[in-house]
T-cell receptor, first 109, second 114 residues
Framework: GEDVEQSLFLSVREGDSSVINCTYT??????LYWYKQEPGAGLQLLTY?????DMKQDQRLTVLLNKKDKHLSLRIADTQTGDSAIYFC?????????FGTGTRLKVLA | NAGVTQTPKFQVLKTGQSMTLQCAQD?????MSWYRQDPGMGLRLIHY???????DQGEVPNGYNVSRSTTEDFPLRLLSAAPSQTSVYFC?????????????FGSGTRLTVV
């Protein structure tokens, strides 16, 4: 069945770049999404990429898409303590939309 | 705009009790969904609605009922609460298919069933 997989934890130092990875199985997604969840809050749409693009840059965020390998990544440049959160990737699935398990990013001062 | 409003924020139920989690959105979104979030399992879709009067089951619908009598409201009913329903519940809405538009999420309801 469809699946979206992410590693559970990532720890980086403040000022370094963070790279959060995601693999998915459904190749029919028109868009792929990244959401951010801060403690005690709901998910917030962070960015997205159209499936016919390889890369999208949005200020400190860079999304890379490798359709052949079904691999999506989110790079956060100059990571700040305010970037500490759980990051979810999402793609289309049988139930319209499926989320990965989320990657908890911890930024060390 | 308030966006997606969920109430209550916290709730403790005894096994066998029933309750309704409320969700309202003021963005005139057609598509609304309920997810539950459990540690290590991401978000799983419980029920969704593509418009007023239309609902359908998601991945984990057992033990939950929904209705969509208006565009704005999408309540989730737990008929007879069980400890396995202890979770954080999120309501989300989208202008249309979230695969094309993404979701706006509520802030969640943390439910504990004892």
């Amino acid at each position: 069945g469809e699946d979206v997989e992410q590693s559970l934890f990532l720890s980086v130092r403040e000022g370094d770049s963070s790279v959060i990875n995601c693999t998915y199985t459904d190749s029919s997604s028109t868009y792929l999404y990244w959401y951010k969840q801060e403690p005690g809050a709901g998910l917030q749409l962070l960015t997205y990429i159209f499936s016919n693009m390889d890369m999208k840059q949005d200020q400190r965020l860079t999304v890379l898409l490798n359709k052949k390998d079904k691999h999506l990544s989110l790079r956060i440049a100059d990571t700040q303590t305010g970037d500490s959160a759980i990051y979810f990737c999402a793609s289309e699935g049988t139930y319209k939309y499926i989320f990965g398990t989320g990657t908890r990013l911890k930024v060390l001062a | 705009n308030a966006g997606v409003t969920q109430t209550p924020k916290f709730q403790v139920l005894k096994t066998g009790q029933s309750m309704t989690l409320q969700c309202a959105q003021d963005m005139n979104h057609e598509y609304m969904s309920w997810y539950r979030q459990d540690p290590g399992m991401g978000l799983r879709l419980i029920h969704y609605s593509v418009g007023a009067g239309i609902t359908d089951q998601g991945e984990v619908p057992n033990g939950y009922n929904v209705s969509r009598s208006t565009t704005e409201d999408f309540p989730l009913r737990l008929l007879s609460a069980a400890p396995s329903q202890t979770s954080v519940y999120f309501c989300a809405s989208s202008y249309s298919d979230p695969a094309d538009y993404g979701y706006t999420f509520g802030s969640g309801t943390r439910l504990t069933v004892v």
